[in-house]
Nanobody
């Protein structure tokens, strides 16, 4: 059974930073492309970033390009999202999911999510 557990969210000020983690179990993590997606209150899921199974290819939504960095540690079965220069519009629940990009991420695999709130 695929299990993804997100953590690291919290309250940050505009311009601040947070680092999210996603612990994976129940499948061979190193074989799967992974994504971060988010959902703001009252809105649908938005794909944020993806990384190939070996970590060599990374993709970003235009809204986060240059501010967010996705990475992974296959030895630890963990996915990361470093978020810098945070904006109020980044406020969302953040999820990790299997899949590389907006077309292929599998929303049904995402975990319980971690809340990120950006506010002064």
């Amino acid at each position: 059974e695929v299990q993804l557990v997100e953590s690291g969210g919290g309250l940050a000020q505009p311009g601040g930073s947070l680092r999210l983690s996603c612990a994976a179990s129940g499948f061979s993590f190193k074989l799967f492309d992974m994504s971060w997606v988010r959902q703001a209150p009252g809105k649908g899921l938005e794909w944020v970033s993806g990384i190939s199974n070996g970590g060599l290819r990374t993709l970003y939504a235009d809204s986060v390009k240059g501010r967010f960095t996705v990475s992974r540690d296959n030895a630890k079965n963990t996915l990361y999202l470093q978020m810098n220069s945070l904006k109020t519009e980044d406020t969302s629940v953040y999820y990790c999911a299997q899949g590389l990009d907006a077309r292929t991420f599998r929303s049904q695999t995402r975990g319980q999510g971690t809340q990120v709130t950006v506010s002064s």
